[in-house]
């Protein structure tokens, strides 16, 4: 069964930084596109980022672009997501992702939605004005 652990939330300041962690077992790590989704009081769930297996490939939310930098350690079975110039508007639960067994990164890139799952309890991030 799939677990992922997500970890590094916390209170920062507006234009801080700070990087998460997600640490995946169950299934062969290196073999599926990864990906983070958040969460605000009261909002549906919202798509962040997503990494294809190998890493060589991201695929950003236009309100993350520029500001969020996903990656990802193979052989520590880990997904980051480096956050700076964090926003006000940033503050969510934060959960990581793991694509559906035998779907592509295109697919995963094209319908996040659709074909990342969340496996994990997620971690708070609160950025104050």
């Known amino acids: 069964q799939v677990q992922l652990v997500e970890s590094g939330g916390g209170l920062v300041q507006a234009g801080g930084s700070l990087r998460l962690s997600c640490a995946a077992s169950g299934r062969t790590f290196s073999s599926y596109a990864m990906g983070w989704f958040r969460q605000a009081p009261g909002k549906e769930r919202e798509f962040v980022v997503a990494i294809s297996w190998s890493g060589g490939s991201t695929y950003y939310a236009d309100s993350v672009k520029g500001r969020f930098t996903i990656s990802r350690d193979n052989a520590k079975n880990t997904v980051y997501l480096q956050m700076n110039s964090l926003k006000p508007e940033d503050t969510a639960v934060y959960y990581c992702?793991?694509?559906?067994?035998?779907?592509?990164?295109?697919?995963?890139?094209?319908?996040?939605?659709?074909?990342?799952?969340?496996w994990g309890q997620g971690t708070l991030v609160t950025v104050s004005s």
């Open positions: 992702a793991e694509a559906r067994s035998s779907v592509s990164d295109y697919d995963v890139f094209s319908y996040p939605y659709r074909y990342l799952e969340v």
